[in-house]
């Protein structure tokens, strides 16, 4: 065992005088020890609840080996979003998955247990797994249920829009805050959350039928002490995590995530996650999948319906068994229960269709809602969301935007012209720093009512919670001197999802002029943001630090 190191013979007595006085007993250090890393945080609703899962993990765990929970930090997106806290949300990942890396190999843990419940966490949670690869399990915190009369979260944003364009009153704008968000849980559309979660229990990393759960239900606490034997499972066996993920897994993963039409934020995490385990998944693999799927799901944020109502309409697992017998999904890669996935899906009926997943002859959307789009005005690619009736092509003219604050003040207190392209930009992963998420922007823009005349483009990226005519992650980014960087207003774009591009209409050499007068607009960063500034990949390799 691994934690020997700390354990086991004479000369280890000090390691073991310390973990005495934190509870053990003799017969703990013949057993193995199960790091359980714990997001939980009174920062948010969607990991207030976490502190009661790791504890049922822990009994859980108890029953076969000795488990220690520990914690990470974390950042509430839907709090940072819209101010400068969100430049550490992505950054908040990378601090996550090292935390985890660092006390499970400080501690030399067997195996890791992670449980978290917001965006970043989620990925961070995963990471950490990756880069110590140890027999692992992710468990997710579940999904918040919808507050009065139906809203959530991104009601909340989207009211600000109303708001600032006279169509409710401050009173009403206090009643939606008031009555949206009630109890724990992550944000509860396919937003960046629940679409993790999914693509965690798709890659084999979770429990199968566990990223569709509520956060505070019978079911999860059942997840939680269902994990004990699990773990000593995969440590009997010797299945580590990167045994689990591959290639292959991941594929899964976004082909579902596209069908159900999950956030582009996932396309980050899983190229991060890809980058960390050496798996060679590039933008133009995901641009094949995605560019092969229709949109079938009617999820928030664009549809109607939330992660709680599919819940109770039977989950995923049955539309997981139809796509396995359509041969759209691998079913040959391995999961935690140290069997397939289609050895886990053997007894589940593939009846899958009802009020939010379409039929796949039928869907919704015969494209699907994410694109990954190339051409001279990002030459590494881009991700695009195109989320409803929009179209498929969009030409308009460019308004320009150095941060993200402009843009709103602008969008505010300014009538906006049909076919304008917002261009916001110097928010990339360097820029920013941070790589900020535009949901005050594009919730704005809906809440305004001309969502189906403006499309919006940035080197940043969106939450989950956006839909509209959307770009983000466009690469290079501002700060590297990519085309973005010279744009200037009136210039004309063309988005086109049907071919994968885009183009800005400017011949070579007046692109190459216009860098000689590059200005970066970038603000000063200090701190940790500096940090992931110097040291973060491009948004193509998924925005992680380079390790
Ligand atoms: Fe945590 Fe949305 S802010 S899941």
């Given at each position: 065992?691994?934690?020997?190191?700390?354990?086991?013979?004479?000369?280890?007595?000090?390691?073991?005088?310390?973990?005495?006085?934190?509870?053990?007993?003799?017969?703990?250090?013949?057993?193995?020890?199960?790091?359980?890393?714990?997001?939980?945080?009174?920062?948010?609703?969607?990991?207030?609840?976490?502190?009661?899962?790791?504890?049922?993990?822990?009994?859980?765990?108890?029953?076969?080996?000795?488990?220690?929970?520990?914690?990470?930090?974390?950042?509430?997106?839907?709090?940072?979003?819209?101010?400068?806290?969100?430049?550490?949300?992505?950054?908040?990942?990378?601090?996550?998955?090292?935390?985890?890396?660092?006390?499970?190999?400080?501690?030399?843990?067997?195996?890791?247990?992670?449980?978290?419940?917001?965006?970043?966490?989620?990925?961070?949670?995963?990471?950490?797994?990756?880069?110590?690869?140890?027999?692992?399990?992710?468990?997710?915190?579940?999904?918040?249920?919808?507050?009065?009369?139906?809203?959530?979260?991104?009601?909340?944003?989207?009211?600000?829009?109303?708001?600032?364009?006279n169509?409710?009153?401050?009173?009403?704008?206090?009643?939606?805050?008031?009555?949206?968000?009630?109890?724990?849980?992550?944000?509860?559309?396919?937003?960046?959350?629940?679409?993790?979660?999914?693509?965690?229990?798709?890659?084999?990393?979770?429990?199968?039928?566990?990223?569709?759960?509520?956060?505070?239900?019978?079911?999860?606490?059942?997840?939680?002490?269902?994990?004990?034997?699990?773990?000593?499972?995969?440590?009997?066996?010797?299945?580590?995590?990167?045994?689990?993920?591959?290639?292959?897994?991941?594929?899964?993963?976004?082909k579902?995530?596209?069908?159900?039409?999950?956030?582009?934020?996932?396309?980050?995490?899983?190229?991060?996650?890809?980058?960390?385990?050496?798996?060679?998944?590039?933008?133009?693999?995901?641009?094949?999948?995605?560019?092969?799927?229709?949109?079938?799901?009617?999820?928030?944020?664009?549809?109607?319906?939330?992660i709680?109502?599919?819940?109770?309409?039977?989950?995923?697992?049955?539309?997981?068994?139809?796509?396995?017998?359509?041969?759209?999904?691998n079913?040959?890669?391995?999961?935690?229960?140290?069997?397939?996935?289609?050895?886990n899906?053997?007894?589940?009926k593939?009846?899958?269709?009802?009020?939010?997943?379409?039929?796949?002859?039928?869907?919704?959307?015969?494209?699907?809602?994410?694109?990954?789009?190339?051409?001279?005005?990002?030459?590494?690619?881009?991700?695009?969301?195109?989320?409803?009736?929009?179209?498929?092509?969009?030409?308009?003219k460019?308004?320009?935007?150095?941060?993200?604050?402009?843009?709103?003040?602008?969008?505010?207190k300014?009538?906006?012209?049909?076919?304008?392209?917002?261009?916001?930009?110097?928010?990339?992963?360097?820029?920013?720093?941070?790589?900020?998420?535009?949901?005050?922007?594009?919730?704005?823009?809906?809440?305004?009512?001309?969502?189906?005349?403006?499309?919006?483009?940035?080197?940043?990226?969106?939450?989950?919670?956006?839909?509209?005519f959307?770009?983000?992650?466009?690469?290079?980014?501002?700060y590297?001197?990519?085309?973005?960087?010279?744009?200037?207003?009136?210039?004309?774009?063309?988005?086109?999802?049907?071919?994968?591009?885009?183009?800005?209409?400017?011949?070579?050499?007046?692109?190459?002029?216009?860098?000689?007068?590059?200005?970066?607009?970038?603000?000063?960063?200090?701190?940790?943001?500096?940090l992931y500034?110097?040291?973060?990949?491009?948004?193509?390799?998924?925005?992680?630090?380079?390790?």
């Amino acid at each position: 065992m691994r934690s020997n190191l700390i354990t086991k013979w004479p000369d280890k007595a000090a390691n073991r005088a310390m973990l005495r006085a934190v509870g053990y007993k003799t017969n703990d250090f013949l057993k193995y020890q199960i790091g359980i890393a714990s997001t939980w945080s009174n920062i948010t609703p969607c990991n207030n609840h976490i502190n009661i899962l790791s504890k049922a993990v822990e009994y859980s765990v108890n029953k076969y080996c000795k488990g220690t929970i520990f914690n990470t930090i974390t950042v509430s997106d839907g709090i940072s979003n819209g101010n400068l806290g969100m430049k550490y949300s992505l950054l908040s990942r990378e601090i996550i998955s090292s935390s985890i890396e660092t006390v499970c190999n400080a501690q030399n843990f067997d195996s890791i247990i992670s449980i978290g419940g917001c965006d970043k966490n989620i990925p961070g949670c995963i990471l950490g797994m990756c880069k110590v690869n140890l027999p692992s399990i992710f468990i997710y915190g579940g999904t918040i249920l919808p507050g009065k009369n139906r809203t959530d979260i991104v009601s909340v944003f989207e009211s600000l829009g109303k708001y600032y364009s006279n169509k409710i009153n401050e009173k009403q704008l206090l009643n939606i805050e008031k009555d949206s968000i009630i109890g724990s849980g992550s944000c509860s559309g396919m937003y960046t959350a629940n679409s993790m979660a999914i693509a965690a229990e798709i890659i084999g990393i979770s429990l199968p039928n566990t990223s569709l759960q509520n956060a505070q239900s019978i079911n999860k606490i059942l997840n939680c002490l269902n994990v004990g034997k699990i773990i000593f499972n995969l440590l009997k066996n010797n299945i580590k995590i990167n045994d689990i993920i591959n290639y292959n897994s991941i594929l899964n993963a976004l082909k579902v995530i596209s069908l159900l039409g999950g956030s582009t934020n996932c396309i980050l995490h899983l190229l991060s996650i890809a980058n960390c385990l050496n798996i060679n998944l590039t933008l133009k693999d995901i641009k094949k999948i995605t560019n092969n799927l229709p949109t079938i799901s009617d999820l928030k944020p664009s549809g109607v319906y939330f992660i709680s109502d599919l819940i109770n309409c039977g989950g995923i697992q049955k539309f997981l068994k139809f796509l396995l017998e359509i041969n759209l999904l691998n079913g040959d890669c391995l999961t935690v229960t140290g069997k397939t996935l289609k050895e886990n899906l053997y007894n589940v009926k593939n009846n899958y269709i009802n009020k939010i997943l379409k039929n796949i002859n039928f869907p919704l959307k015969k494209t699907n809602q994410i694109k990954i789009l190339f051409g001279n005005l990002s030459i590494n690619g881009c991700v695009s969301k195109i989320s409803g009736k929009e179209g498929e092509v969009f030409y308009g003219k460019s308004k320009i935007f150095n941060s993200e604050e402009e843009s709103i003040e602008y969008i505010y207190k300014n009538k906006i012209f049909k076919n304008t392209i917002i261009v916001i930009r110097f928010e990339g992963p360097k820029g920013g720093p941070g790589m900020r998420e535009m949901l005050t922007p594009t919730s704005a823009l809906i809440g305004i009512g001309v969502k189906k005349d403006i499309a919006l483009i940035t080197d940043g990226r969106f939450s989950g919670g956006s839909h509209g005519f959307v770009v983000g992650h466009i690469s290079p980014e501002a700060y590297d001197k990519g085309e973005i960087s010279i744009l200037k207003n009136n210039d004309i774009i063309m988005i086109d999802t049907i071919n994968n591009n885009i183009i800005l209409f400017i011949n070579e050499k007046n692109i190459i002029y216009r860098k000689k007068f590059f200005i970066n607009y970038s603000k000063i960063s200090f701190g940790i943001l500096n940090l992931y500034r110097n040291n973060v990949l491009d948004s193509s390799l998924g925005s992680s630090f380079k390790y």
